[in-house]
């Protein structure tokens, strides 16, 4: 089946610590994103990359790393320069022409 | 970064009852798209919008890009529970990017 994959599901951060999310896709899309979720809010841009390689920031990128060395994956490390991490965190994927961006279920992280 | 406004914030709704919603700007976008997100789920893609004035269906749903090409509204018929969750709107201005930008979302709870 094609599609987006994320995981872990549900993450817990340490004080200090860095922790990475997941998002691989078999959709051979060109173009990936990263979004944070926040209760009663809607989706803000952390992250994106259109082409292998290369990522700009969003506007949220403070505190979050990203990297993209294979078209299918676009890993998000959330560092500890990040001082409010808990939140739903969205991986989304769309072909670098059309403007539909499609959803991987998403990462919920929380801090112990 | 930039959101869109989008009301209501949330409906209570008895099932059978036809719901609306909107989406406005500042600006002038290209692509309207609109989304349901279920409970602790990604965002699904429900209805695409290209041009001003499309007046586009998906079963229940139809979609409207404003004439202005700074809002949309989406109308859903009978509602049903499974209706239930949250709507959100997006907007692409075009270009070199396929950035979006997302409304704050429509709570929508159905009771049976």
């Known amino acids: 089946d094609g599609g987006i994959t994320q995981s872990p599901k549900y993450l817990f951060r340490k004080e200090g610590q860095n922790v990475t999310l997941s998002c691989e896709q078999n959709l051979n899309h060109d173009a990936m994103y990263w979004y944070r979720q926040d209760p009663g809010q809607g989706l803000r841009l952390i992250y994106y990359s259109q082409i292998v390689n290369d990522f700009q920031k969003g506007d949220i990128a403070e505190g979050y790393s990203v990297s993209r060395e294979k078209k299918e994956s676009f890993p998000l490390t959330v560092t500890s320069a990040q001082k409010n991490p808990t939140a739903f965190y969205l991986c989304a994927s769309s072909i670098r022409s059309e403007g539909i961006q499609y959803f991987g279920a998403g990462t919920r992280l929380s801090v112990l | 970064g930039q959101q869109l406004n989008q009301s209501p914030q949330s409906m209570f709704i008895q099932e059978g009852e036809d719901v609306s919603m909107n989406c406005t700007s500042s600006?002038?976008?290209?692509?309207w798209l609109w989304y349901k997100q279920d409970p602790g789920e990604g965002p699904v893609l429900l209805i695409a919008l290209y041009k001003a004035g499309e007046l586009t269906s998906n079963g229940r749903l139809t979609a409207q890009f404003g004439i202005t090409r700074k809002d949309s509204f989406l109308n859903i018929s009978a509602s049903i529970p499974s209706d239930v969750g949250i709507y959100f709107c997006?907007?692409?201005?075009?270009?070199?990017?396929?950035?979006?930008?997302f409304g704050t979302g429509t709570l929508l709870a159905v009771q049976p």
């Open positions: 600006s002038i976008f290209n692509t």
């Open positions: 997006a907007g692409r201005r075009g270009g070199a990017t396929n950035k979006l930008i």
